[in-house]
C-alpha cells in the first residue's frame, strides 16, 4: 500500500514561507554578538563538598551572579572561575543539593563550599516550555523526574523496565521476558481507541521514533491469517518498540509530563503524555578529562515457569483430549517407550528449553572534560543480554558524543549531539500461534513424555508425535536451533541548539535559540524456516513447505524549534519570560517485504519460492505550529503563573491549513516558614488543552495495486473512504494540587487530583458494503477520565556516616465513555479473541477497561456462578455477552529506598498492583490439552476462590472416547465450556514485585590508590528478583498484542518471565 498526501496550494506556499523563514532565523543566531563582554581581571578557585562528611561534589555549577563567568566543579569537587575585578557572588547548585550564595570579596582568590542535600529535589530544574524551565519547588504541576542513578540501579532491557514503579500516574508494562525489550506506558489512562496511545518522546529537545516493526514471525507462527501480503507480520509477533535502541548509561534524567498543563507546549501530539529525556554532558573543570568504566556481567534466569502435569501410565497419556495419544504414530511411540505402560519420569519441557545459562554482559567507557568555554562528553557502550532460550538474546552497541561550545565571551553557545547504535534482536518464538509453533504454546498439548531434545545418528530431531494446538504440531527444540529469526537496527540521533544572548542588561536579557534534530533508523528483519522443519514438513498448513521473509523498515524524525526568550525583571521581586517561537516536525515511516513459500531444500533467497508475496506501507506525516508562553514569578518566588498558546496544523488533518488552538495556565503559591511541624504548604492547579491527531490515511481514500491487464498496472481503492473533516482527538483536562514539607524539611507529601475529558474521538461508524468502501473515519464520542496521584518522601536520617530515605508512590483512575454518536453502535474494541476468552466494549455510560464476554443466565436473566455449566446444566436458559471483569487496577503503590551506612548502600524498588483482571488464555490451553501443573489437583474451595459452584460436582465426565474423574483442571475447563463463560479463565492480577535490588560498596582510598584510580565501586545488582502473585501463568503484565490502547489483559503463550543477576564496577580515572 502506497500513498502520498498531497498538500493545498496555500498550505504548501505556508510550508514554503516557513522552510525560507526557518534557516534565515537561525542564520541570525549566529550573527556575533558585537558587544564586549564584562571585564575579567581575577581568577577564583574552589572546591564543592557535601556538608556532611566533606566529599566532593561532582558536576556542581558555579555562575558568577551578575556576570559572565561559569564553572562546573570536577570528580575532585574543585572549580575555577574567571570573575569580576571587585567583590563578587557565587551562586552554586548541584543535582540533589541546595543551592547556596558565596560571597567572595576582591581580596580573596579561593573559597571551600559546603552544599546540604534535597533529597526532595525541589532545587532541580523541570521543563515549563519549549525553551523554559523553573525550579521544582516553584513548579505548577507535579512532574516526575528520574535520575541516571534510579534508572541503573539494576540493568534493565529498555528505557521501560528501568522506569517501572518509578512514576505515578503511569502503568508501565513489559509484553513478555523476551531478550531486548518489549513493553508500553500508558500514562494517565487510555486517551484514544483507535489513534496513536503511546507518549511522545523526546531526546534532547529531538522528537525520536517509538514504533515497532514485525520481523515475519505471523508467517511461521499463523497468529493471524498469513495466507495474503497483509499477513506477513503481526502485532501478535512479540514487537520491540525502538525505546530498546536507547542506552541508559547515557541518560542523565527522565522527566515524565502528565499534565495537559504541562505537555501542552507540544500541542496535537501530547495528549498521551511527553516523557523529556537529557543526555549527560561533559564538565568544564578546566582539569584532565575524566575517565569512568563500567563493567557488568550476570545472567538471566526464568522463573515462574508453569511446570506440568506429571504423567505415570500410558493409560492418562492415551486419555488426552484432541486426539493425542492415540493416533498411529504416537500409539507407536509410546508402546515402544514404555512397553509395560508405567511411566517413571515427566520432562518438564520449559525448563530444558528455557535454560541457557549464558552469561550476559554490559561494557561501558566515557570521557569527559573542557574547560569553561568548551564541554565534551563521550560515550561507548557494549551490551549483550543473553536469553533464556537457545539462541535468544539482544546485543546493543551505542556511542554518544555531546560537546558545549561557548563562543563570543559567552554571548553565543552551540550544543551539538550525535547517538549511534546497533542494536540485534533474536527473540524465538512465541505468543499465540495456529501451527503449534509457540513453545509455550506447544507444550500445552504436549505430555512430557518424549525426550524432544535428543537427536539421532544424523543429527535430525525426534519428531513431536502429538497435536492438538494448531492445523501443525513442531518440536520447539528443533525450532529454536534451527529457525532464523533476526532484527537488525542502525538508529542515528542527531541535534542541534544554538543560543545568541543578544542582550544581557540588569532588568532585560534577549535570546534567541535554534534547536533541531534528527532520528532516523533503518530495521532490517530475517526469517528463514528451512523446509526439513517438523511443522514444514512435509507441507505446512498454508499449502508450502520453506519460507523466508525479508522486511526493512526505515523511520527517519525531524524537528526544528525557532523561539525567542526575553527575561524582564522589573523589580527584584518579580520576574518575566516571554518566549514565542515556530516549530517544524516531520515523521516518516515505508517498511517493505517480501515473503517466498514453497522454498527448495538449502535455499533461503525470497527470490526463490513458489509463492511470492510482498507488501509496502507508508505513513508520512507534516505538522507545524506558532506557540507563546509567559512565565510569571514574584512575590519572593512564592507565586508562579504559567500561560500559554499554541496553534498546530498538521498533514494529518482533513483540513490542513487550518490551526487547531491549544491553550493552558497553571499556576502555584508557597506559604512558607509556616513553623517546624509544617513547614511550607504549595497550592497548585492548571487547565491545558491537547491534541492527538489522525492516523495516516484517515483522511484520504487510499489507493492499492490492483492486477495487470495486458501489460498495464491498475490502482484499486483499498476500501477506507477518506474523510476530510476528520480533526485530531480533544483532551481538556484540569488538575489540582498540593505539596507539603513537615518536620523539618524532612518529609514531603505530594497530591494531585485531575479530572479529564477527550472529546473528538477517533470512531468508526457502521457504513454499507454495498457502497464498496466499508471503513469511515470520523470523530465523536467523548471519554472522561478522573484519578488521583499521591506520594510521600522521607528523609529519615541524613549523617555523617548513615543516611536513610524513602519514597511511597499511590495512583488510581477511571474511565468511562460518556456518549457516541448515533452512527456509532456500541462495539467491541480492536485487538482481540471475542467473547469467548474477553475484550473491551466501547459502549455509552461503560468503562473503557471493562471486560465482556459471554456468562450463563437463568430463566430470570441473573447471572449464574461460575461452575454452573458443570454443576446445574438445567439452570442455564441463555449466555449473555456482558460485563465478566475489569481489566483496571484498584490502585497502584510503588516504594523505593535507600539506606547508606559508610561505604555501604543498599535501594531498592518495590511495585504494588492491586486488583485488575487478566484474561488467563496460556492456562486455557494447558486445561485443554490436560497438560497443567494442577490438573490432578482436587476440587477445594483453596483452589478455586470465591464466586465457584462447587457443589453437586458430578463424579465423572466423558472425554469423547473415555470416562473420567473431575478434577481440578477438568472442571476448571469444562466450566469454561468453549467460551460459554469467559469468568473460567479471568484471574486477579494482584501482584506485588521486587523491581530491582542493589548493595553497592564504595571502596576505601587504598584499593582506589592501588588502580591509581579517582574512584571505584562495586554492586550487585538484580531485576525481578521477586514477584508474589496467586496468578497462575508467568506475569499478569504481559500482553499477547503488544502496544495496544486496549485490550492489554490478554496473556497467551509468551516467553517465560525471567530474574537478572549482576556483578557491577565503576571505576574513575
Keep these: 500500500m502506497y500513498h502520498r498526501q498531497r498538500t493545498s496550494k496555500k498550505g504548501r506556499q505556508g510550508m514554503r514561507r516557513t522552510l525560507v523563514f526557518a534557516p534565515a532565523l537561525l542564520a541570525l543566531c549566529l550573527i556575533p554578538a558585537t558587544v564586549r563582554a ?103 504541576t507535579a512532574p516526575v523526574q528520574v535520575g541516571n542513578g534510579e534508572l541503573n540501579n539494576a540493568p534493565a532491557s529498555a528505557l521501560e523496565q528501568a522506569l ?139 522463573y515462574r515457569l508453569l511446570g506440568t502435569r506429571q504423567f505415570t501410565s500410558s493409560r492418562q497419556v492415551w486419555s488426552l483430549p484432541y486426539g493425542n495419544g492415540n493416533s498411529a504414530e504416537d500409539t507407536a511411540v509410546m508402546k515402544a517407550l514404555y512397553p509395560g ?80 547504535t546497533r542494536n540485534s534482536n533474536n527473540r524465538g518464538l512465541s505468543n499465540n500461534d495456529n501451527t503449534c509453533t509457540s513453545p509455550i504454546y506447544c507444550f500445552a498439548y504436549t505430555p512430557g513424555v518424549i525426550n524432544l531434545d535428543s537427536t539421532d545418528a544424523t543429527g535430525t530431531f525426534v519428531r513431536n508425535p ?89 523511520v527517519f524524525n525531524y524537528n526544528l524549534v525557532l523561539n525567542g526568550t526575553w527575561n524582564y525583571q522589573p523589580t527584584t521581586d518579580i520576574g518575566l519570560t516571554t518566549t514565542a517561537g515556530f516549530d517544524y516536525e516531520t515523521q516518516a515511516v515505508r517498511v517493505t517485504r517480501t515473503r517466498a513459500r514453497g522454498l527448495l531444500p538449502g535455499v533461503e533467497t525470497t527470490n526463490s519460492g513458489t509463492v511470492l508475496d510482498e507488501s509496502d506501507v507508508l505513513n508520512n506525516f507534516r505538522d507545524d505550529a506558532f506557540f507563546a508562553d509567559e512565565q510569571f514569578v514574584a ?85 477506507v473512504r477518506g474523510n476530510v473533516g476528520i480533526t485530531p482527538e480533544t483532551s481538556n483536562e484540569y488538575e489540582a494540587g498540593t505539596d507539603v514539607q513537615f518536620l523539618n524539611r524532612r518529609l514531603q507529601f505530594e497530591g494531585t487530583f485531575y479530572n479529564k475529558k477527550i472529546t473528538d474521538l477517533l470512531l468508526q461508524p457502521a457504513t454499507i458494503p454495498s457502497g464498496g468502501l466499508t471503513n469511515l473515519v470520523i470523530n465523536g464520542g467523548q471519554l472522561k477520565t478522573q484519578g488521583v496521584e499521591a506520594s510521600l518522601n522521607a528523609a529519615a536520617m541524613q549523617r555523617r556516616d548513615m543516611d536513610l530515605s524513602f519514597r511511597a508512590t499511590f495512583s488510581k483512575n477511571k474511565q468511562t465513555i460518556e456518549n457516541l454518536p448515533t452512527s456509532v453502535p456500541r462495539f467491541p474494541a480492536p485487538g482481540s479473541f471475542g467473547a469467548a476468552f474477553g475484550r473491551n466494549f466501547i459502549s455509552p455510560g461503560g468503562r473503557t477497561t471493562w471486560i465482556w464476554g459471554n456468562v450463563p443466565l437463568d430463566a430470570a436473566g441473573n447471572i449464574l456462578p461460575v461452575g454452573t455449566e458443570v454443576t446445574n446444566p438445567g439452570l442455564i436458559a441463555a449466555h449473555r455477552d456482558t460485563i465478566a471483569g475489569d481489566a483496571n487496577p484498584d ?53 478455586f476462590g470465591a464466586g465457584w459452584d462447587l457443589n453437586n460436582i458430578p463424579a465423572t465426565y466423558i472425554n469423547g472416547k473415555d470416562t473420567l474423574a473431575y478434577t481440578a483442571g477438568s472442571f476448571r475447563y469444562n466450566s469454561w465450556a468453549g467460551g460459554s463463560d469467559v469468568r473460567a479463565y479471568l484471574e486477579s492480577a494482584t ?79
Design 38 to 140: 564584562q571585564a575579567t581581571a581575577r581568577q577564583v578557585t574552589g572546591r564543592v563538598t557535601r556538608t556532611l562528611g566533606q566529599t566532593p561534589v561532582l558536576g556542581a555549577t558555579v555562575v558568577e551572579m551578575g556576570g559572565r563567568g561559569v564553572a562546573q566543579s570536577g570528580a575532585d569537587g574543585n572549580f575555577s572561575i574567571n570573575v569580576g575585578t571587585g567583590d563578587v557572588r557565587l551562586l552554586v547548585r548541584a543535582i540533589g543539593f541546595q543551592r547556596k550564595e558565596v560571597a567572595v570579596p576582591a581580596s580573596q582568590s579561593s573559597v571551600t563550599i559546603g552544599l546540604d542535600e534535597d533529597p526532595f529535589k525541589l532545587e532541580a530544574v523541570v521543563v515549563t516550555g519549549q525553551a523554559t524551565t523553573i525550579e521544582r519547588r516553584n513548579a505548577t
Design 164 to 302: 517501572q514503579g518509578k512514576v505515578p500516574g503511569a502503568i508501565i508494562s513489559m509484553n513478555s521476558g523476551a531478550p531486548g525489550g518489549g513493553g508500553q506506558i500508558q500514562i494517565r489512562g487510555i486517551t484514544s481507541i483507535l489513534g496513536a496511545g503511546q507518549p511522545l518522546f523526546v531526546v534532547d529537545g529531538v522528537i525520536i521514533s517509538n514504533d515497532a516493526v514485525s520481523d515475519g514471525a505471523n508467517s511461521v507462527t499463523g497468529a493471524g491469517a498469513r495466507t495474503t501480503a497483509a499477513g506477513i507480520g503481526s502485532s501478535q509477533d512479540a514487537l520491540v518498540n525502538r525505546l530498546a535502541d536507547l542506552n541508559m548509561q547515557e541518560i542523565a534524567s527522565v522527566e515524565v509530563l502528565k499534565s495537559a498543563a504541562a505537555t501542552a507546549m507540544y500541542g496535537s501530539r501530547a495528549t498521551n503524555g511527553v516523557v523529556v529525556i537529557r543526555t549527560k554532558r561533559g564538565a568544564g573543570t578546566g582539569g584532565a578529562p575524566q575517565f569512568n568504566l563500567t563493567s557488568r556481567v550476570g545472567r538471566s534466569t526464568a
Design 341 to 420: 505402560g508405567t511411566i517413571p519420569f515427566t520432562h518438564d519441557y520449559q525448563s530444558e528449553l528455557y535454560n541457557s545459562g549464558k552469561p550476559s554482559y554490559e561494557f561501558t567507557g566515557s570521557f569527559n572534560g573542557g574547560s569553561a568555554a568548551t564541554q565534551y562528553f563521550v560515550n561507548l557502550t557494549g551490551k549483550n543480554e543473553e536469553g533464556t532460550a537457545l539462541n535468544t538474546g539482544a546485543r546493543l552497541y551505542a556511542l554518544r558524543t555531546n560537546i558545549d561550545q561557548s563562543l563570543v565571551d559567552g554571548k553565543v553557545k552551540v550544543n551539538v549531539g550525535l547517538n549511534v
Design 466 to 554: 502429538f497435536n492438538g494446538g494448531g492445523n501443525t504440531v513442531s518440536n520447539p527444540f528443533e525450532t529454536f536451533r534451527f529457525l532464523r529469526l533476526n532484527e537488525l537496527t542502525f538508529r542515528q540521533i542527531g541535534n542541534l541548539s544554538t543560543t545568541w544572548s543578544a542582550l544581557n542588561k540588569e532588568q532585560h536579557q534577549v535570546s534567541v535559540t535554534a534547536t533541531g534534530g534528527f532520528d532516523r533508523a533503518q530495521i532490517s528483519g530475517d526469517l528463514f524456516s528451512p523446509s526439513f522443519l517438523q511443522y514444514e514438513n512435509p507441507v505446512a498448513s498454508d499449502g508450502y513447505s520453506g519460507r523466508a521473509v525479508r522486511t526493512e523498515g526505515n
Design 635 to 719: 512575590l519572593n518566588q512564592r507565586l508562579t503563573i504559567l500561560v500559554g498558546i499554541r496553534a498546530d496544523r498538521s498533514s494529518a488533518n482533513g483540513d490542513r491549513d487550518k490551526r487547531n488552538v491549544y491553550p493552558h495556565a497553571s499556576g502555584s503559591y508557597r506559604f512558607t516558614d509556616l513553623g517546624d511541624a509544617i513547614n511550607e504548604v504549595k497550592i497548585r492547579g492548571g487547565f491545558g488543552k491537547t491534541g492527538n491527531r489522525p492516523r495516516y490515511g484517515d483522511r484520504d481514500v487510499v489507493l492499492n495495486a490492483g492486477n495487470t491487464y495486458g501489460g498495464t498496472p491498475t490502482l484499486v481503492q483499498a476500501g
Design 891 to 943: 490502585f497502584i503503590m510503588a516504594f523505593s529506598g535507600s539506606f547508606r551506612w559508610k561505604r555501604l548502600t543498599l535501594s531498592a524498588n518495590v511495585d504494588w498492583r492491586q486488583g485488575g483482571d487478566v484474561a488467563d488464555m496460556t492456562r486455557t490451553l494447558w486445561d485443554e490439552g490436560a497438560t497443567s501443573r494442577d490438573y490432578d489437583a482436587p476440587i477445594t474451595r483453596s483452589n
Design 991 to 1069: 501482584n506485588v514485585t521486587l523491581r530491582d535490588v542493589a548493595l553497592s560498596y564504595e571502596a576505601p582510598e587504598q584499593w582506589v590508590r592501588y588502580f591509581h584510580a579517582r574512584s571505584l565501586r562495586i554492586a550487585f545488582q538484580a531485576r525481578n528478583l521477586i514477584k508474589l502473585t496467586n496468578y497462575w501463568s508467568f506475569d499478569p503484565e504481559f500482553n499477547n498484542f503488544g502496544a495496544t490502547n486496549l485490550n492489554r489483559f490478554i496473556d497467551l503463550a509468551p516467553f517465560p518471565s525471567n530474574r537478572q543477576f549482576f556483578l557491577s564496577v565503576d571505576v574513575g580515572w
